[in-house]
């Protein structure tokens, strides 16, 4: 026994050794070679690849027809294109489709089909493909369609080159639903292992770790630059600053003010929008939101400006309705200022309403989102200066999803609503009594004409006009207390170039390059 | 033989109890995975649908046994998020996981067990005073923040380690631990403090004993008593404690992890917690039931070995 407690010991004391070794080993490996100063973004120009952080995983269906977070899309907007795809500039151009054809009364759409192009998997687009993406996302056999607006969609013709989409009433929006991703029939892994006909296709993906694309060779357009591209998940704040620092990844959309004054002259920082509609999102039928006045006092409460210099370091659009400045077509200026900033009128309407002496409230916030619980910490102070008490609750996603969301059990809530494609419909119409997604319960009598009107015209200056007015509807009636686009942040290693902003939610990465 | 059967059995009831746990803490709280895997196109219609496909509307007991009888026959079921075979995900990672584990288990025992000695033998003094403030200090401090403090150090300044970029286990096995190893010490310090102080005190407890007064009255060396008696009855309830140290080392890592980004099972085990992906959740938290089980039976044995009479306890 005693030998036996003596080996432990010994044990005991060589393990220490080894492991001190192992620390000492790497000292000299580190002063050795000098690429270890850089983490390998060295060896990554060498052989044209990059490491692009992201702080959620994609893990959900990869199908792009069948994948809803943000996030995802984003990323796999590089591996998949439509009939048609978006431009930076905020145009549609032709992807798949060669060229097309639009007629006057706005309810027939020709496509003619570009000549060579391939999926990932090798095999040709061919026209049962086109048909069969866009029969996907309009079959309405399960309910509502996966895209709602394609229940226009009256008759599909086609022929090996031509593809004719007939409409039952015009919709002067429709071109941009055909950014829907064309994929190959008859493919059963699109959930797992995905095939498009981007500028990347997809190599793999780790649980929780990375998610890998490379360039496809075979792209019908403009190649991509580089030829590897690495998405790797870093959830955490600290760890996504560091892992820049050491030279782990060469690139993080989205970051905060404060992570990006941390990082030194190894980095650019490009500054463009999220094109997110950032508000105090008030339940319109909850106490005591269910009145007007007391949502106009809000509006009046609340500080935007402050709000991103206390929050954002002074970075960030501030907003007056359901729309985003990038989408200057539809932008309404004047009414970010419709509420100028007045205690005092804020507490005059709130004894008008009822309140003078204000009421308490609850902000339910995702906790995964820190830009939101930044805004609702200054929005609680804002509020209290006019008698409101307001509480933050923080709720994991799923417990957002499901209780505010879906269930529409809340009173209020601070987060961004993103468009799903450039139309001003993707942001207008949620708020229309019936729709599903009207997380708000906004019931307007008004508004709902003003987006049948707009649904119904063919005229595309009139179009826009009925949706400036349904956006000033929103204000007017002070549905939510609307606060800014946020800005976005992305860092970029010096050495790299070519990153382009779009006006919608995407990381459009074939344009990256090294510089030298 | 009898005891080991009793002991896998014990083992067997206990992973048993921790996923009906497990299982029923998801039917508490809220948010379905039919919700979150919709997000923000979530209608009734469709979450009632998709319940229906994930097999979510059946009741709890059917469910629960319908996961225990896959989980008896090797089939831990699909990933709701990932649509994958809950093997294939978590599989690359036990490895990742165990070894940190392992490592900061080893840091602990190597460092404290030495450290504990010699702080035993020097009770007063202004030494002792300081000694035992650095201990209350570092027991106090979170491995999340002793994680990014060592990246700091170790990564950003001194290049040790690539903080972000974790080596592959099987390609580069060196490279790996080496980047674990910065992990492990993040997780091992608050733990190193307290078996340390766990062990002087129990030391300094068993050298007032009769059984030390005879000894020494007996000619025998202070050093020479320390090493061939108390030591031994010291280290039971230190054994004892590391064992329940390993639950703490698993708790810590999923922190960890995330500070060093690491690809292991915690990191999988939260993002599924949110995602409410049970068939996952139910898989990592019956692995890492089964490690901490495993550590507290492998302590049995070893508290056996060192003091004859548990053993006899343990059989009778």
Avoid at chain 1, 414 to 423: E, P, Q, R, W, Y
Avoid at chain 2, 128 to 137: C, E, K, L, N, S
Avoid at chain 2, 144 to 166: A, D, E, P, R, Y
């Amino acid at each position: 026994m005693k030998k036996k407690l003596l080996a432990l010991l010994l044990l005991t004391g060589l393990l220490s050794a080894a492991l001190t070794g192992c620390g000492g080993g790497s000292e000299e490996q580190a002063s050795g070679d000098g690429q270890t100063a850089d983490g390998s973004a060295g060896a990554r120009a060498q052989t044209n690849e990059i490491v692009v952080g992201i702080a959620q995983d994609l893990d959900e269906s990869l199908d792009p027809h069948l994948a809803v977070a943000a996030g995802t899309k984003e990323v796999m907007f590089n591996v998949f294109e439509g009939l048609v795809k978006p431009t930076p500039d905020g145009d549609l151009i032709p992807a798949v489709a060669d060229h097309y054809e639009i007629s006057e009364d706005q309810t027939t759409y020709t496509f003619t089909l570009r000549e060579g192009v391939t999926f990932h998997n090798g095999d040709p687009v061919e026209m049962q493909d086109v048909v069969y993406s866009i029969e996907r996302c309009a079959d309405d056999s399960e309910g509502t369609p996966l895209i709602p607006a394609l229940s226009a969609i009256s008759s599909i013709n086609s022929d090996a080159a031509t593809l004719t989409i007939t409409l039952d009433q015009p919709d002067s929006e429709f071109l941009s639903y055909l950014t829907l991703a064309i994929l190959p029939e008859d493919y059963p892994d699109q959930a797992t292992a995905p095939v498009g006909t981007g500028p990347f296709r997809f190599v793999s993906r780790t649980a929780q770790d990375s998610i890998v694309l490379e360039r496809f060779d075979d792209y019908w357009g403009t190649p991509a630059q580089l030829d590897k591209v690495t998405f790797r998940i870093i959830e955490n704040a600290d760890s996504l600053v560091m892992s820049l620092q050491s030279g782990a990844i060469d690139m993080f959309a989205h970051l905060t003010t404060t992570q990006a004054s941390q990082l030194g002259d190894d980095f650019q920082i490009l500054e463009g929008t999220m094109n997110l509609v950032q508000a105090l999102y008030l339940n319109n039928t909850a106490e005591p939101f269910n009145n007007e006045k007391v949502r106009q006092a809000l509006c009046c409460a609340v500080d935007k400006q402050q709000i991103i210099d206390l929050a954002f370091d002074g970075y960030g659009s501030p907003i007056g309705s359901s729309m985003y400045p990038a989408f200057q077509k539809y932008f309404v200026e004047d009414l970010t200022d419709y509420y100028s900033y007045d205690p005092e009128r804020a507490r005059e309407l709130l004894a008008e309403a009822g309140y003078p002496d204000g009421f308490s409230m609850t902000i339910t916030v995702p906790s995964n989102y820190q830009p939101h619980i930044d805004t609702a910490t200054v929005l609680v102070e804002q509020l209290r200066a006019v008698g409101i008490t307001a509480e933050i609750q923080l709720v994991d996603w799923g417990a957002w999803v499901s209780d505010v969301y879906t269930n529409r059990q809340f009173q209020s809530t601070v987060i961004g609503v993103d468009a799903s494609n450039m139309t001003a419909r993707a942001l207008l119409e949620r708020f229309t009594s019936t729709a599903d997604d009207n997380f708000i319960n906004y019931q307007n009598a008004d508004y709902d004409a003003l987006f049948q009107q707009a649904q119904a015209t063919a005229d595309d200056a009139e179009q826009t006009e009925l949706y400036k007015q349904m956006e000033r509807n929103l204000t007017e009636h002070a549905a939510n207390v609307y606060i800014q686009d946020l800005a976005d942040l992305v860092a970029l290693r010096s050495g790299l170039d070519g990153y382009q902003f779009y006006p919608i939610y995407v990381m459009d990465l074939s344009t990256v390059h090294y510089t030298a | 033989m009898k005891y080991a059967a009793r002991r896998i059995v014990m083992l067997l009831v206990t992973m048993v109890i921790v996923s009906l746990l497990a299982f029923a803490a998801f039917d508490l709280i809220s948010g379905s995975p039919a919700e979150i895997m919709l997000g923000t196109q979530a209608t009734p219609e469709r979450v009632a649908e998709l319940e229906a496909q994930l097999g979510l509307d059946r009741p709890f007991p059917v469910r629960y046994a319908a996961w225990l009888a896959g989980f008896f026959t090797g089939d831990l079921g699909t990933s709701y998020s990932y649509s994958q075979p809950v093997w294939e995900l978590v599989a690359p990672k036990v490895g990742v996981t165990l070894c940190l584990s392992l490592l900061s288990f080893a840091l602990i025992a190597v460092v404290s067990i030495p450290l504990g000695l010699w702080a035993s033998r020097r009770s007063g003094g202004p030494l002792d005073a300081a000694g035992t403030v650095i201990d209350q200090f570092l027991m106090a401090v979170p491995p999340f923040f002793t994680g990014i403090l060592l990246s700091w150090v170790f990564s950003i300044t001194l290049h040790w380690f690539v903080h972000g970029q974790f080596p592959d286990l099987a390609a580069e096995p060196a490279g790996a631990l080496q980047y674990l190893f910065f992990a492990a010490v993040a997780i091992a310090i608050p733990r190193i403090a307290m078996t340390v102080r766990m062990l002087r005190s129990t030391i300094q407890g068993e050298m007032r004993k009769d059984y030390v007064r005879t000894a020494i009255s007996r000619g025998n060396d202070r050093a020479g008593v320390l090493r061939h008696h108390v030591l031994r009855n010291a280290l039971v309830p230190v054994v004892t404690f590391l064992a329940q140290t390993m639950a703490e080392i698993v708790a810590a890592g999923v922190v960890v992890e995330q500070v060093f980004a690491i690809p292991g099972l915690g990191r999988l085990l939260v993002a599924s917690i949110s995602n409410r992906d049970y068939p996952v959740v139910q898989a990592i938290v019956v692995i890492l039931a089964f490690w901490v089980v495993l550590a507290g039976a492998a302590a049995d044995i070893a508290n056996q070995r060192i003091d004859p009479r548990l053993r006899l306890g343990g059989a009778s």
